[in-house]
């Protein structure tokens, strides 16, 4: 008898297409900007007002998505999280005031995307998956440059016809509402709930042990342990600055910035979805140089070629040549790359139980550095009437991240014992997903 795919197999895909098509709302806001701007009348730091709630919630969100999972299901996670967004992202359309966009976009997308977010992954992989967690959390972790690829030049298009931005809101909102019947139809919660074993699994394989608490209680302890150790702090102020240059900044407002420099939004929202495309890349030689350097070297090396590609942004605006394209490829091989050194030295600081979880946290930080500099960089717009000062003090920021990484602790943790440690160790899955990485990596080179 023929072999049959596993069921896992479906499951993934579903939570890949899902995981895409949230990547594709957060997205969305950069195209959205300049039409919402040139039709409602508000200004541009009106705007990233709402934008700078959503990537504060979405961040926020995260450390407790796993609750949130195994608290409702994934199954039903994902399809409320899809029909919420659908009907706020339809909702949006009919604004008439800007406290409707912030409560709207900023709160209600805000939370849906965090709900929708790489933590999913990390629950159906754990669930479903004994063997080959590491191929295909990386593979869920594609699903974020692949629905800005896929998505970003089309939403442009739209938004650029005679649909306005209301169409391209139709369109993500349709796909978010594709994905609710999708996943109640193929979505199940564990193997044993179709009769099967996890893909992989042996007779000898052991079931994971049983958690005490909530995962929400134990991301709260782990955040109270990790905030008194003397790595929290650089690590949390390195990843703060990368998430103000990057979602915040250029995620934000590279593509009005683009049409402010008389470049079209199509183009422009081209350049921002190849660099999607080179982010794949620069993540995965990033992961494969941590295995073998030292990370706190990666990151210097990866925040000083950031803040010079933001220094040398300006004058690529202005001037016609290759600039543009020469800003688009180090930008985007850079762009995620510092998450694996960032996730080693967690793992290292607060050990591979522990690490994972201080990393959702820093995550958090990332979203709070974000949230502020797409506010921050929409004041400066409307108050200058350009970003070249917003683009040259996040060239600074990422100068003192790459000093600071320099500056952090390298230590090996000694794992704690008791029922704790078994509790977290049964999370390890789902923290991890937030990097894309896993604990099954190899760790050479040390």
Not at 114 to 133: K, T
Not at 190 to 204: C, E
Not at 254 to 259: G, K, N, S
């Amino acid at each position: 008898m023929p072999n049959r795919i596993h069921r896992g197999w479906y499951v993934v895909a579903t939570t890949f297409l899902v995981l895409l098509v949230s990547a594709a709302i957060r997205a969305t806001p950069g195209v959205l900007i300049v039409p919402l701007e040139h039709e409602l009348g508000w200004s541009r730091a009106t705007l990233s007002l709402a934008v700078s709630v959503n990537l504060l919630l979405y961040g926020v969100v995260g450390p407790f998505g796993a609750a949130v999972a195994e608290k409702v299901g994934v199954r039903r996670t994902m399809a409320l999280a899809m029909g919420t967004l659908a009907a706020a992202l339809l909702l949006t359309t009919r604004i008439r005031a800007p406290w409707q966009l912030v409560i709207l976009w900023g709160v209600v997308v805000g939370a849906g995307t965090g709900s929708a977010a790489m933590v999913l992954g990390g629950v159906v992989v754990s669930r479903w998956f004994a063997r080959r967690r590491g191929l295909v959390l990386g593979a869920l972790t594609a699903s974020t440059a692949t629905g800005q690829l896929l998505f970003l030049p089309l939403l442009a298009r739209v938004a650029s016809s005679g649909a306005g931005w209301r169409g391209a809101l139709v369109v993500v909102a349709s796909a978010a509402l594709l994905m609710v019947p999708l996943a109640l139809l193929i979505v199940r919660e564990t193997p044993a709930s179709v009769g099967l074993r996890p893909f992989g699994a042996t007779d000898g394989d052991a079931a994971p042990p049983a958690r005490a608490g909530s995962a929400a209680a134990l991301a709260l302890r782990t955040l109270r342990r990790a905030a008194g150790s003397p790595q929290f702090w650089p690590l949390a102020g390195t990843f703060f600055a990368c998430g103000a240059t990057a979602n915040g900044l250029v995620g934000t407002h590279l593509i009005p910035a683009c049409v402010d420099a008389g470049i079209g939004e199509v183009r422009a929202a081209g350049m921002l979805a190849t660099m999607g495309a080179f982010d794949v890349l620069g993540t995965t030689i990033s992961g494969w140089l941590t295995d073998r350097y030292d990370p706190r070297r990666l990151l210097f090396a990866y925040y000083a070629i950031r803040g010079t590609s933001l220094l040398f942004l300006p004058h690529a605006l202005g001037v016609a040549g290759p600039g543009l394209h020469v800003f688009t490829l180090l930008y985007g091989l850079d762009w995620v790359a510092t998450v694996p050194p960032t996730a080693r030295l967690a793992a290292d600081a607060f050990g591979d139980e522990d690490g994972p979880i201080v990393f959702g946290w820093l995550f958090a930080a990332h979203q709070v550095g974000a949230a502020l500099a797409a506010l921050g960089a929409g004041v400066a717009r409307t108050r200058l009437g350009n970003y070249h000062a917003t683009f040259l003090m996040a060239g600074a920021l990422c100068a003192a991240a790459a000093a600071t990484a320099l500056l952090i602790r390298r230590e090996r943790h000694v794992p704690r014992s008791g029922t704790e440690l078994s509790a977290v160790r049964s999370t390890l899955s789902l923290e991890w997903a937030q990097t894309g990485d896993s604990p099954e990596a190899p760790r050479t080179g040390r």
